[in-house]
């Protein structure tokens, strides 16, 4: 069975499109999540006996968690399918060809990258340029 989606990265690149979503976000790393910082959280990833929780800059800081990074959400709303090769490969070195840091997290539907706030929208603009 194969996942939704294109697989064709030139068809994916062509039609890329790039959505920021409202906010400023934050990772933060817990022990045990309380069930508000769980509901709270865009984005949860366990890893060992940590799970790191991407949080509005104001559900951590209600928290009392640190806000080390301050960064912008960006969506590809192009429908990639797990299956697809290449596509975080292609995004990744053009941020990194400007210079931008991302971290990347992925969705059934949709890839999604983090970005410094004060870079979201040269951000956006290179990848969007064709």
């Known amino acids: 069975m194969t996942s939704p989606g294109e697989t064709d990265l030139d068809k994916m690149l062509a039609t890329l ?5 409202p906010g400023v976000f934050t ?3 817990v022990r045990t999540p309380a069930p508000e910082l ?3 959280a865009h984005g949860v990833v366990t890893e060992g006996d940590l799970t790191t929780l991407v949080l509005p800059v104001e559900a951590a800081e209600r928290a009392g968690l640190p806000v ?3 960064m912008a959400w960006l969506s590809l709303t ?3 399918s797990l299956e697809a090769v290449g596509l975080t490969a ?3 070195a053009t941020l990194g060809k400007a210079g931008i840091p991302c971290n990347v997290l992925a969705g059934f539907h949709h890839d999604h990258i983090l970005v410094p706030v004060d870079r979201a ?5 290179v990848l969007t340029v064709r």
């Not at 499109?17 to 979503?21: A, D, H, I, K, T």
């Not at 929208?121 to 603009?125: R, S």
């Open 17 to 21: 499109r790039v959505e920021r979503r």
């Open 27 to 29: 990772y933060a790393t």
């Open 38 to 40: 769980l509901a709270a």
């Open 68 to 70: 080390e990074l301050e």
């Open 78 to 80: 192009v429908q990639s």
């Open 90 to 92: 292609a995004f990744s």
């Open 121 to 125: 929208q040269q951000a956006i603009d």
